[in-house]
């Protein structure tokens, strides 16, 4: 299993934002995180990535303890926060290079081309991070992710706030990797799961309420949309 | 940690910071030791860098608090903290690479300054010539403040995501150390109390080092300042967590 994730719950303060749940996700999958703003995927996200401890319950990455072997695991994780946090003052060779050797590669210039190929950085490669657009920037944010080549992506809302276009790019770019790696990706919109995954992982108010192949969840109301069994699953939620 | 360290030795030279910093010194330390009436090395006719030394802890409040500043505040801002703390870095390591490079860019500033010193070295008596001793020794008591200063800065920089209030909570703690603790030794009424207090200054042990007498306690009660402060810079960097 690439991720294991074992009746893991957090309580921020009194609110509890994850109630136990658990899921485990074969290798080479690229899984659909969904749920609406609030539901508790970043706080999953942020987790498995080790930036916050869970408050009971355990996880794994590839067999290594999330607490134990912390800093083994994030070796082999790859992680693009939410909001794509860059430094805009620094050029993106620069900074990819910096990406790189606090991931601990060693050839870092080698892991540079290999990451700009990936996210088609090329033709924007001696700007700063400050002048690119959205779209590139989310590249770069991509490239930092990937440029240790880890074995398991994590990825918040990696399209959010991209124009049409650019979504499309960055969807082709999450798919190609999509062959070689397990990738999670939270969204709240439908159609991204159906361009990109091969199964969904439905949470609201911090539980699970569905984790199915995109298939199985279409097969469970044959007549509805996508759209319209999200709604169902989670509307019981007052909308924000 | 050397990760850390490169990257932000290469921002404080991109950003201008480092020239900023190192130009004002340079120039205020300047215009009291030569220029400025009353005080300077030419009025004085002593040939010491003691005017520098005097002036220099000061100045120095407010330039390693505008250097630190931004240090943990721009990354919490920013949100890259995120990305920072989830690589296969330890915290500390991360802390310390920040800390080095601010400790790094002060030395750096202060090298210049050795110009003042063959200066006078040169202005001397030929027969009784500079005390190296006493110099030198101002000179590492100078280092190890401008160090504790930085471990101040960090810390503030670590409470807060506005590089505004990190450089005022760190000028305040700064002053507070350095200044009103060794302030209380001379107030009469509190007697002995005043005394034991002035002993935790920065001031107290910065004098006794610029005495040029190497005193191991000096050197123990800097390292241990430094210590405090980077261990607490660890505990709210690490809130996160709690």
């Known amino acids: ?240 | 940690m050397w990760e850390v360290f490169k990257k932000e030795i290469r921002s404080f030279l991109g950003s201008f910071i480092a020239y900023i910093v190192m130009g004002v010194f340079l120039a205020i330390t300047g215009l009291f030791m030569w220029i400025i009436k009353g005080n300077n090395v030419l009025d004085l006719g002593v040939a010491s860098l003691q005017v520098m030394f005097n002036i220099a802890p000061y100045i120095l409040i407010f330039l390693v608090s505008a250097i630190t500043m931004r240090s943990l505040s721009e990354e919490r801002r920013l949100g890259t903290i995120e990305i920072l703390t989830t690589r296969p870095v330890s915290d500390l390591s991360i802390l310390l690479g920040k800390y080095l490079a601010a400790v790094a860019l002060i030395v750096f500033t202060l090298l210049p300054t050795l110009f003042y010193y063959y200066t006078i070295q040169q202005l001397a008596d030929p027969l009784q010539g500079t005390d190296v001793g006493a110099t030198m020794g101002s000179y590492f008591g100078l280092i190890l403040l401008a160090a504790s200063y930085a471990s101040i800065g960090l810390f503030a920089s670590s409470l807060t995501d506005n590089q505004i209030v990190s450089l005022i909570i760190s000028m305040v703690l700064c002053f507070f150390w350095y200044g009103v603790l060794s302030l209380l030794g001379d107030i009469k009424a509190l007697d002995a109390i005043g005394k034991s207090l002035e002993w935790f200054s920065l001031d107290f042990h910065y004098q006794s080092i610029s005495r040029g007498v190497l005193d191991t306690r000096d050197v123990i009660y800097f390292f241990g300042f430094i210590a405090t402060f980077l261990g607490a810079t660890k505990m709210a960097f690490e809130s996160r967590k709690w």
Request: hydrophobic residues 40%; glycine residues 8%; charged residues 20%.
């Open chain 1, 1 to 240: 299993m690439s991720i294991q994730v074992n009746n893991l719950s957090k309580k921020y303060g009194q609110q509890l934002a994850l109630d136990s749940i658990s899921f485990s996700i074969p290798s080479g999958e690229v899984v659909g995180f969904l749920g609406p703003n609030g539901a508790g995927k970043s706080t999953t996200m942020k987790i498995i990535t080790g930036y916050i401890p869970a408050t009971s319950g355990d996880a794994s990455v590839c067999g290594l303890d999330l607490v134990e072997q912390s800093l083994e695991v994030r070796k082999l994780v790859g992680y693009l926060p939410e909001h794509n946090p860059l430094y805009l003052d620094m050029y993106i060779a620069e900074y990819l290079l910096f990406a790189a050797g606090i991931a601990g590669v060693k050839n870092t210039k080698k892991a540079l081309e290999m990451a700009i190929e990936l996210t088609q950085l090329g033709p924007e490669r001696n700007k700063k991070i400050g002048q690119l657009s959205k779209g590139y920037r989310q590249r770069v944010g991509l490239a930092q992710a990937l440029i240790h080549d880890p074995k398991v992506l994590i990825l918040d809302e990696p399209t959010s706030g991209l124009d049409p276009n650019q979504v499309v790019e960055i969807r082709n770019v999450i798919k190609n990797l999509g062959s070689e790696k397990t990738v999670l990706l939270s969204t709240h919109i439908m159609q991204e799961v159906e361009a990109m995954c091969n199964r969904v992982i439905l949470i609201n108010k911090g539980k699970i309420v569905a984790d199915d192949s995109l298939e199985g969840l279409k097969n469970t109301s044959p007549t509805d949309s996508l759209e319209t069994i999200f709604r169902n699953l989670t509307s019981h939620v007052g909308s924000i």
